[in-house]
């Protein structure tokens, strides 16, 4: 039985499950989303060029992905570190850091980061989507040169040629339709997860059909579902019964965009990106519904525009505004208290 068994693993080390306190399962504090950037539109040039100022700011919350240093979130460290400290202050205790390969994981900044701050910061193993993959990754096999072996030895002993150990496996990214490449990694996510007994959490791609298809790949490959969350259903599954289906296989469901309000969302035009009050929303159906155990919620922060630096609502959102719009919502403080801690403690302890 692993060391990790019964703990959560952090940056900094092994802590025992009841000290995590409220927790973001779902946040990045350094990375970098130049493989997502979006051309501007015609005329939009100058703008995506230009520096961030107040007056391009609905602009650019408009248009995030087509600014091409709004992209680059590893710059700003000092600002995470103010953040972090607010979050502190807010009665925030730890944050799940997500930043996989392919999108500039610095595990020696998110140990800096939980040093300076207090915060307990948990960092994710693995591969993020297809596009990212390098001509390296491609050729590895699932069980011989090995992707289930580079993923279990970032959780035992440390990842990018450091002693620091990842706490989670993800967010493992997948694209639509699901490329071989990325069924290749979710395979060796789901034997890494059963050699370790550890979470795990997937970035779907962008369909309804996503969620369902990782979560069977992952089934099939012998992985724990009932210890693996799915992210950003509040842009993948819009259907009432369609979620009811998906929350049916096991997972947990997170809902981690919360901040994130724009009229086009380019990655998918014809999503219409709910409000964080229809995200509200969809928290009360599912715990009507009986799935209180299984919600979990987050910001997903992923680029500059979102820091309160540059007038967004920064890491300590939820707890200041989305927690009493909540209860206004006949959500109750045990449930609040469930989904911000007992959820993501159960999920982030090792077996
Ligand atoms: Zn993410």
């Given at each position: 039985m692993p060391e990790q068994s019964g703990k959560v693993q952090t940056v900094l080390g092994l802590i025992e499950?009841?000290?995590?306190?409220?927790?973001?399962?779902h946040e990045h504090l350094t990375m970098t989303f130049e493989c997502s950037h979006v051309p501007p539109a015609p005329g939009d040039e100058g703008l995506a060029a230009a520096p961030i100022e107040m007056k391009h700011l609905h602009w650019l919350q408009q248009n995030?992905?087509?600014?091409?240093?709004?992209?680059?979130?590893?710059?700003e460290i000092e600002a995470v570190k103010e953040e972090l400290l607010c979050y502190r202050k807010a009665g925030g205790g730890s944050i799940v850091?997500?930043?996989?390969?392919?999108i500039t994981r610095n595990l020696p900044v998110l140990r800096k980061l939980a040093k300076e701050t207090g915060v307990h910061i948990i960092a994710g193993a693995g591969y993020y989507v297809d596009v990212t993959h390098s001509d390296e990754t491609r050729k590895m096999t699932v069980e011989k040169v090995c992707l289930t072996d580079i993923i279990v030895s970032e959780v035992l002993h440390g990842a990018d040629g450091t002693d620091i150990r990842c706490g989670?496996?993800?967010?493992i990214g997948t694209s639509w339709p699901i490329t071989e490449s990325e069924k290749k990694v979710l395979r060796a996510t789901a034997h890494a997860q059963t050699q370790l007994g550890c979470p795990v959490i997937i970035h779907p791609g962008r369909n309804k059909a996503a969620p369902g298809e990782a979560i069977r790949i992952l089934q099939e490959a012998g992985g724990n579902i009932s210890k693996t969350v799915m992210s950003h259903l509040d842009r993948t599954l819009f259907d009432q019964q369609e979620l009811l289906e998906f929350a049916k296989m096991g997972s947990y469901l997170e809902y981690d965009l919360f901040g994130t309000e724009m009229l086009n969302y380019p990655f998918n035009l014809d999503v219409d990106m709910p409000s964080d009050s229809q995200r509200v929303q969809a928290l009360a159906f599912l715990i009507r519904e009986g799935y209180e155990d299984r919600i979990l919620i987050a910001h997903?922060?992923?680029?500059?525009?979102?820091?309160t630096k540059y007038g967004g609502h920064g890491f300590s959102h939820i707890l200041k505004n989305i927690v009493p719009k909540m209860l206004s919502r006949g959500i109750t403080q045990n449930q609040v208290e469930k989904i911000l801690i007992e959820n993501p403690k159960q999920w982030l302890t090792f077996k």
């Amino acid at each position: 039985m692993p060391e990790q068994s019964g703990k959560v693993q952090t940056v900094l080390g092994l802590i025992e499950p009841g000290q995590l306190g409220r927790t973001m399962t779902h946040e990045h504090l350094t990375m970098t989303f130049e493989c997502s950037h979006v051309p501007p539109a015609p005329g939009d040039e100058g703008l995506a060029a230009a520096p961030i100022e107040m007056k391009h700011l609905h602009w650019l919350q408009q248009n995030p992905y087509s600014h091409s240093e709004n992209l680059l979130l590893n710059q700003e460290i000092e600002a995470v570190k103010e953040e972090l400290l607010c979050y502190r202050k807010a009665g925030g205790g730890s944050i799940v850091e997500n930043t996989t390969t392919g999108i500039t994981r610095n595990l020696p900044v998110l140990r800096k980061l939980a040093k300076e701050t207090g915060v307990h910061i948990i960092a994710g193993a693995g591969y993020y989507v297809d596009v990212t993959h390098s001509d390296e990754t491609r050729k590895m096999t699932v069980e011989k040169v090995c992707l289930t072996d580079i993923i279990v030895s970032e959780v035992l002993h440390g990842a990018d040629g450091t002693d620091i150990r990842c706490g989670v496996i993800g967010e493992i990214g997948t694209s639509w339709p699901i490329t071989e490449s990325e069924k290749k990694v979710l395979r060796a996510t789901a034997h890494a997860q059963t050699q370790l007994g550890c979470p795990v959490i997937i970035h779907p791609g962008r369909n309804k059909a996503a969620p369902g298809e990782a979560i069977r790949i992952l089934q099939e490959a012998g992985g724990n579902i009932s210890k693996t969350v799915m992210s950003h259903l509040d842009r993948t599954l819009f259907d009432q019964q369609e979620l009811l289906e998906f929350a049916k296989m096991g997972s947990y469901l997170e809902y981690d965009l919360f901040g994130t309000e724009m009229l086009n969302y380019p990655f998918n035009l014809d999503v219409d990106m709910p409000s964080d009050s229809q995200r509200v929303q969809a928290l009360a159906f599912l715990i009507r519904e009986g799935y209180e155990d299984r919600i979990l919620i987050a910001h997903d922060i992923h680029t500059k525009h979102r820091l309160t630096k540059y007038g967004g609502h920064g890491f300590s959102h939820i707890l200041k505004n989305i927690v009493p719009k909540m209860l206004s919502r006949g959500i109750t403080q045990n449930q609040v208290e469930k989904i911000l801690i007992e959820n993501p403690k159960q999920w982030l302890t090792f077996k």
